[in-house]
């Protein structure tokens, strides 16, 4: 079964705080992402990666950048946080073949206060 | 712009009715859809998928429709169980489009006992 493990399920940061956000996967999966979910608004896109080192904006990149260093590891990095960052963040991983789900960590619940 | 739609914030259904979820889309070059379910404080985990080439998909009590000429598909849940109580999310995505994957806003499903 496909883990994919995010490091904190809750963080209260402050405004101003860079935040670091981690994600690890056990699969091998080819492609990491980064969700936010928002009431209202359902997942929104950050940021995605199809290979070490590689890097796509998303619908929403504005205010995060990310890294990913190792195939099985992709963090997402909010550089200032800001109140409006508070939010359900979401990663998973997926396989390059077609048909292919992505799979989820339960989450990591950001407040910035 | 939201290329996938879901116009039900919410649904209740009683115990051992069908449930029926709706979703469309605008973007009449996604191929592949997939449901996801996400319960309180966990990451949504994967339903069932439907390609293009198909029309209908079957795994057990969850049938999923696609009709390509309307761009809707739908979820079926039959029986509805209290367990299946949760936010449902439609996403789709291009098979060619490098897994990028764009979710609804999810419905959340009542099942009453």
């Known amino acids: 079964d496909v883990k994919v493990t995010q490091s904190s399920r809750y963080l209260v940061k402050r405004t101003g705080e860079k935040v670091f956000l981690e994600c690890v996967q056990d699969?091998?999966?080819?492609?990491m992402f980064w969700y936010r979910q928002d009431p209202g608004l359902g997942l929104r896109l950050i940021y995605f990666s199809y290979d070490v080192k590689m890097k796509e904006k998303g619908d929403i990149p504005e205010g995060y950048s990310v890294s990913r260093e190792k195939k099985e590891r992709f963090s997402l990095i909010l550089e200032s946080a800001s109140t409006n960052q508070t939010s359900m963040y979401l990663c998973a991983s997926s396989t390059t073949g077609a048909l292919s789900p992505l799979h989820f960590g339960n989450g990591t619940r950001l407040t910035v206060t | 712009d939201q290329q996938v739609k879901q116009n039900s914030p919410s649904l209740s259904v009683q115990e051992g009715r069908i449930s029926i979820l709706n979703c469309d889309y605008t973007?009449?070059?996604?191929?592949?859809f997939l449901w996801y379910k996400k319960y309180p404080a966990e990451g949504p985990t994967f339903l069932i998928s439907i390609s293009s080439i198909k029309d209908k998909n079957e795994d057990g009590r969850f049938t999923v429709f696609l009709n390509k000429s309307a761009k809707h598909l739908s979820l079926h849940i039959v029986p509805s169980q209290p367990g299946d109580s949760a936010v449902y999310f439609c996403?789709?995505?291009?098979?060619?489009?490098?897994?990028?994957?764009?979710f609804g806003t999810g419905t959340s499903l009542t099942v009453i006992p």
């Open positions: 973007n009449s070059m996604f191929d592949y």
């Open positions: 699969m091998d999966h080819e492609n």
């Open positions: 996403a789709a995505s291009q098979l060619k489009g490098g897994n990028q994957f764009y």
